[in-house]
């Protein structure tokens, strides 16, 4: 028969505890410092995969109205403005104002109102325009914005980025638009006053917008 004097059987020291326990703590520092920059990294693309998502959408839509456009009514050549007023064909949607508004891009088409961006998503935090036209029968405009996503990553909270374009009006030799010839767009007081046509008579719009 064997015995086993345990009284002898060597144990783990505390020496070799602390030091187990310290390398785990190491070990899990380290692991967690890995998911949390994955996470980061991940919130920070989406971020700036939805910025420039709205980015593109935004200059697909201030483009195809400008160059759906008869004239530039505001800014006026050669000036710069935070508004965007634009004479249209269709009387349904003439003027077409485009304004910054409460940190979203909005339209106004003769007193209708909708928005080109949510806040939920993305905030404008800038939009400047510059009428760059050479003559009035060549009209262009010079558009600018900026756009700022939360993005709730403490290495980086924002996440901002400004844009820009230069679109030039498609030539119209006759002007459809404004048949009731009524008073074009101006700021009057930080705010836009324009006025469109209601069964051949100019109503004053009841929308405005600002326009610093």
Not at 90 to 108: F, H, K, R, Y
Not at 188 to 208: A, F, H, I, K, P
């Amino acid at each position: 028969m064997i015995f086993f004097n345990l009284k002898h059987r060597r144990g783990t020291s505390l020496i070799e505890l602390i030091l187990f326990l310290g390398f785990f703590a190491i070990a899990s520092s380290a692991v967690l410092v890995l998911l949390f920059g994955t996470m980061e990294q991940r919130k920070r693309q989406e971020g700036i995969a939805v910025v420039d998502q709205t980015a593109m959408q935004l200059l697909q839509t201030i483009s195809h109205r400008v160059r759906a456009a008869e004239r530039i009514q505001y800014p006026v050549r050669g000036s710069t403005g935070s508004v965007l007023a634009l004479q249209m064909a269709a009387n349904a949607d003439n003027p077409t104002v485009i304004a910054l508004q409460s940190g979203s891009l909005i339209a106004v088409e003769r007193d209708e109102f909708s928005m080109l961006t949510s806040t939920d998503e993305v905030e404008v935090t800038e939009f400047q325009v510059q009428v760059t036209s050479a003559s009035e029968d060549r009209p262009s405009v010079y558009v600018y914005f900026t756009l700022k996503k939360i993005l709730g990553i403490p290495s980086q909270p924002e996440y901002s980025r400004s844009f820009e374009t230069l679109i030039s009006l498609f030539p119209d030799d006759e002007l459809q638009g404004d048949q009731c010839n009524c008073d074009i767009p101006v700021c009057n007081v930080g705010m836009l006053d324009w006025q469109y046509c209601n069964n051949d008579v100019c109503v004053d719009s009841t929308e405005r917008v600002s326009c610093p």
